[in-house]
């Protein structure tokens, strides 16, 4: 008996010093490679390159809120990949989502097209959803000064970039989507660089020099928040004078077998509702100091959308967060349409969002 217990014992110790041997001989293989979390990651990945995750950017009816639904924990920075758009005017849906496609044997399920409308605090033509319990006074905030303004002297005042910039729209105006649609892409005829480049164009031609940065950071999806600071700081390095800063996302609101897709309309057309996100940071745990500035930037976007484009905007989502808002007084994060809604309906708000801020960082209102 003793000696088959020795047997055993020695036969574990065979085992194990050979699991780890393997391990030491694969690891820095692993780690050499240009994505060291592949491995982790190998069975998830998609077909152009995106990672499919758990549901955790869709939210219901009932609780709208995004403010807990892009929160992050830092994994390793992989290399940022840039991507160019197709410039030829017409869409390419090469490596993405073909709702006229074949999609024989797949579930269909529904889109709901809905105008999401007053919900929580009034604030001049808007409302704020209050997730912080805080009596804060927003109309004192909104009625105050813009604490930065934009210059015409040739420098780039205004950054457009993306965190999530594979987040994309459906392809074509359909009241339905199958169950293969994924929306993620580095298509960027889909994705919201497509309306960064909405906003941007818009700005350029009134006159306020803006960049959009197309860097992809969210090939994994953690550390995203992380990489696309390191981004921005690295570009406001060169171009000193930028005095805005807007990350631009889109949403998702229903579950896995019904969509909701927010729309408004104006002169006629169809747009996705937009959502601006503004934190709070009382007791500078986050170290989020400017807050208040942030915020009342915001409320001028909000008011004055709903002034010129009245139903453009779901309520403003103010709570206990930062993403990367804490860079410059003029950061926020801006939510256009959710991935029920059309690429167009997406551009088209992406078109009326910078005449929006034109009217705010030119007057101030």
Known sequence: ???????????SIILVSTAVFCVCRRMPECFASDKPA???VAALTLSDG???????????LANTDTTQKKQEETQPITKPVTITRNLNGEKDKSGYYDSFGNHDGEAVYDILAEQIGANGVKCGTAYVKNNTGLDYDFDSALNSELPFGVDSNGTAQVLIYHTHTSESYMDEDVD???????????NNDYNVTAVGDAI??????????TMHDTTVHDSTYSGSYDRSAQTVESIMETNTDIKVIIDIHRDAIGTETQKVKPVFTYDGKQGAQIMILSGCDTDGEMNFLSWENNLNFALKIQNKAE?????????????YFAYNEYIC????????GTDANTIEEAEYSGELLGNVLYEVLKHGL
Do not use: W
């Open 1 to 11: 008996m003793k000696k088959l217990g020795a047997l055993k014992i020695t036969a």
């Open 307 to 319: 002034e010129m484009y009245p139903g453009m905007t779901r309520p403003l989502n103010f709570g």
């Open 50 to 60: 995106t990672y499919k995750l758990s549901n955790t950017e869709t939210t219901t």
């Open 176 to 186: 339905y989507f199958y169950e293969s649609y994924y929306s993620r892409t580095q």
């Open 200 to 209: 941007t164009d818009v700005l350029n031609k009134r006159g306020i020099k």
């Open 329 to 336: 007084d003029g950061s926020l994060l801006i939510e256009i």
């Open 38 to 40: 592949a491995l982790a």
